[in-house]
């Protein structure tokens, strides 16, 4: 099914045998399948479910702030709802610090693994300069997202800088694990 071949320059490459089925289903079908998987795929699965993320934030501000979706919380008649203003404007710097990081790696993903998945349904004869600057995408996608989360994220950035210090963690304990807490409070109250 596979010869091994050696070019002009000496470098040895598998070929898949000419007339095999391996051949056919590499030639017609491998790279449409490794792009969806690879690419395609992820990055719409990525877009629905971040879309559906920040329209969740969106609802929450909007709630929080009786129907206004300004910043600050101010309504028409310019007093605010639900209390203070520092409270509502914490959420919104929050859900505006996420709804960045996630469109910011939507966009890192785009621009650094849709080049490569296209590459062969577009053009098959690439060149060795194009092929590894398409590489070098993927590879700049893969160690990007931290430097991502540690911008945008202040608790994520609080919590490495905790880590790597060897320090405990500044955030409070009742914020640090909200789902356990959660759990927690819904158990005791079971057995109360």
């Known amino acids: 099914m596979v010869d091994l071949v050696q070019d002009e320059n000496g470098r040895f490459a598998c070929k898949v045998k000419q ?4 051949r056919t289903y590499y030639i017609t079908f491998y790279h449409y399948y490794d792009a969806t998987i690879y690419s395609y795929l992820p990055l719409s699965s990525m877009l629905v479910f971040n879309s559906l993320i920040v ?7 909007v709630r929080k702030h009786g129907g206004s ?7 028409a008649g310019g007093s605010t709802s639900g209390g203070s203003t520092a409270g509502g ?6 859900s505006d610090s996420v709804t960045v990081m996630l469109v910011a790696v939507c966009v890192l993903f785009a621009v650094t693994t849709t080049p490569y998945a296209a590459m062969y349904n577009v053009n098959s004869d690439v060149s060795t300069l194009k ?22 994220n202040k608790r994520f950035r609080s919590e490495c800088k ?6 405990s963690s500044k955030v409070e304990p009742g914020r ?3 789902s356990i807490q959660l759990e927690a409070n819904h158990t005791s109250a079971e057995y109360a």
């Open 176 to 178: 640090r694990n909200d």
């Open 55 to 61: 329209a969740k934030l969106i609802s929450a501000r």
């Open 19 to 22: 007339g095999t089925p391996a």
């Open 131 to 152: 092929y590894a600057l398409m590489i070098q995408g993927i590879y700049i996608n893969h160690s990007a997202n931290i430097f991502i989360y540690l911008i945008f």
């Open 69 to 75: 979706s300004t910043a600050g919380g101010s309504t």
């Open 162 to 167: 905790a880590i790597l210090c060897g320090k």
């Open 89 to 94: 404007t914490a959420m919104s710097k929050v």
